[in-house]
């Protein structure tokens, strides 16, 4: 089971959740975060921190863990 990653946005880039996922302590980690780990977006391997995730997105982190965007509650 994925673990939920709420945002309050339409949609984030992947550096901005993996900061707000608590993966990385800074976006400007986010670059070398993704030549480090291998990570999948809905299934594919994606290393571009710009790419936008939209809500149930699944983002899966070898070594790190699953997660899903979820609409955080108004």
């Keep these: 089971m994925p673990e939920i990653i709420e945002i309050d946005t339409q949609e984030i880039t992947l550096g901005q959740f993996l900061k707000l996922a608590n993966i990385i302590d800074s976006g ?14 809905n299934g594919e391997l994606d290393d571009r921190r710009g790419r936008k995730l939209k809500v149930n997105d699944v983002i899966e982190i ?13």
């Design 28 to 41: 400007g980690m986010a670059k070398v975060f993704l030549k480090e780990f291998d990570v999948y977006v």
């Design 62 to 74: 070898e070594e790190v863990g699953t997660f899903q965007v979820g609409q955080a509650s108004e």
